[in-house]
């Protein structure tokens, strides 16, 4: 039961749809096919009295396009959304003091209206609670903010696409809002969820001097290859959510069975046609790489679905009902069937509202996006996500990491070669983040916690805050009448620590 992320990172935090050993090796992100305008406009909002986010105003910025090459004088435009409604530096004390914070979303790897609309806690509840101007800046080559227009998504122009430009991205926007609304000698947090948390908590470690504190939730920091964390911490996290439907585990037991079931119903003749039939799948198996593909597509559902496990309906990702691990665990106790239990998990989260229709798509990931998708291309360089299942401690099937056909494949598809320690020579990769004043939050619900900074250290400002009955930055979404009260009382928490930081750091700047 997942959800911010994510994510995030949520979520986290997914999937990349490179190759079928990607497929199932790389971070599984669904935000950018989720994020897609086009795939968004029949999407269904469940809740009709959900508040609507703060209206914002639309800045375009003409971003630098290479900060790390002085040859380099290309220019792109970056989308920027701005809410200011509430915002109000009138200075305490005297002319020099400003307590009213900018809060500065970092954009993740989507549209950055997806975010802005699922994020009501920043644009709804800290802007109007804090007087804050809030900024959502969105990721190079995300949503309509490409480098190179139509061409962003080929090999050569990829070439600019990492997280420090993104960061640098960042770096450059903050300032100039600043400026432009007089105010320098404002505190600045950074924030956001599931890889977006990352870059908020990235933001503060690598620019203190224009980063005062982070909120960064569902952050995956320690998902990365080289940081210790077992390579099976996220489908352990999703399969615990399973099992904890009952007291003896039966939801995870049957999915785990179907699983073995299904491999071997496609090893037998004919096997391949009877589950394409059973699972009425719009484009049949004909493969082994198919099937790979089919199994990666299955276990994508019921991850997602743990990641979007919120307490009332929404549409987060797809369209689903409250509690959704939970229905399907319901249904899936009453079934004996291995097709028939595979099939009630899928029907609940890809198929909810029927739009699926007459068939199930297991290209929707790739579906008017090609190959070259520019996540793909991210889990190609600098983010190694090694994630194993082993079908033992998890629910799904057996599927090792394989650093050597991982590198093969990236070099294969986009002509580069993944440095698998990267994010942790760039950014450490420790539990003891080497920084101060962020607050990482985490939901119990998402298997991403797992590889979240569960750590606090008050000597630093380090705040963890772990939250029962909590899915992917759940926090970050708006406050409902349903949210578990753990989910209010870490929202007030995460309010009481950005008002208390943006009263010293605003005295603080004062003084400079």
Request: a negative charge; hydrophobic letters at 35%.
């Amino acid at each position: 039961m997942k959800g911010y992320f994510i994510f995030i990172f949520i979520i986290i935090y997914l999937i990349v749809i490179v190759k079928s050993t990607i497929i199932k090796h790389g971070f599984n992100s669904p935000y950018p096919y989720y994020s897609n305008i086009k795939n968004r406009i029949n999407k269904v909002k469940l809740n009709l009295d959900d508040p609507e986010p703060t209206p914002y105003k639309l800045l375009w910025f003409n971003q630098t396009l290479d900060h790390f090459n002085f040859e380099t004088n290309g220019y792109f435009n970056q989308r920027v959304l701005i809410i200011d409604q509430y915002f109000n530096q009138t200075k305490s004390n005297n002319d020099q003091v400003c307590t009213k914070p900018l809060i500065f979303f970092c954009g993740n790897e989507g549209d950055v209206t997806f975010f802005y609309e699922n994020s009501l806690f920043i644009t709804n509840t800290l802007t109007q609670e804090m007087n804050a101007l809030v900024i959502f800046a969105e990721h190079r080559y995300y949503g309509e903010s490409l480098p190179f227009g139509n061409q962003s998504y080929t090999n050569e122009n990829f070439q600019y696409l990492s997280s420090e430009q993104a960061l640098a991205d960042y770096s450059k926007i903050i300032p100039s809002i600043l400026k432009q609304y007089n105010a320098l000698n404002c505190p600045v947090f950074t924030t956001s969820g599931s890889y977006g948390g990352d870059l908020a908590a990235w933001m503060r470690l690598k620019y203190p001097f224009i980063v005062d504190g982070a909120l960064a939730s569902s952050a995956p920091l320690l998902s990365y290859m080289g940081t210790g964390v077992p390579y099976d911490v996220f489908p352990v996290g999703v399969t615990n959510d399973f099992s904890e439907t009952t007291k003896d585990g039966s939801c995870s037991n049957k999915i785990r069975n179907a699983f073995k079931d299904l491999e071997t119903i496609a090893k037998v003749d004919n096997g391949y046609n009877e589950i394409s039939t059973s699972f009425k799948l719009c484009t049949p198996i004909y493969s082994n790489d198919d099937f790979q593909s089919f199994l990666s597509w299955v276990e994508s559902g019921f991850n997602y679905m743990s990641m979007a496990d919120y307490p009332y309906p929404a549409s987060f990702l797809e369209p689903m009902m409250g509690n959704p691990v939970n229905v399907t665990c319901n249904l899936i106790n009453q079934l004996d069937n291995s097709i028939d239990i595979i099939m009630s998990g899928l029907q609940i989260y890809y198929n909810y509202t029927g739009q699926m229709r007459e068939c199930f798509n297991t290209n929707v990931f790739i579906e008017d996006q090609g190959m070259l998708i520019p996540w793909g291309y991210q889990s190609c360089t600098e983010f190694v996500f090694p994630f194993t299942t082993t079908g033992v401690k998890d629910m799904f099937y057996y599927s090792p990491f394989n650093l050597t056909e991982y590198i093969e494949n990236c070099q294969e598809e986009y002509n580069v070669t993944p440095d698998p320690n990267w994010i942790t020579s760039v950014y450490g990769g420790t539990s003891n983040f080497p920084s101060s004043n962020i607050i990482f939050s985490n939901g119990v619900l998402d298997g991403w916690h797992g590889a979240g900074i569960n750590v606090t250290d008050y000597s630093k400002n380090i705040i963890a805050i772990l939250i029962p009955g909590a899915a992917h930055h759940l926090d970050l979404r708006g406050p409902n009448p349903l949210d578990p009260q753990s989910v209010t009382d870490a929202r007030l928490l995460e309010l009481k620590y950005l008002t208390e930081w943006s009263e010293e750091i605003g005295k603080f700047k004062s003084l400079k």
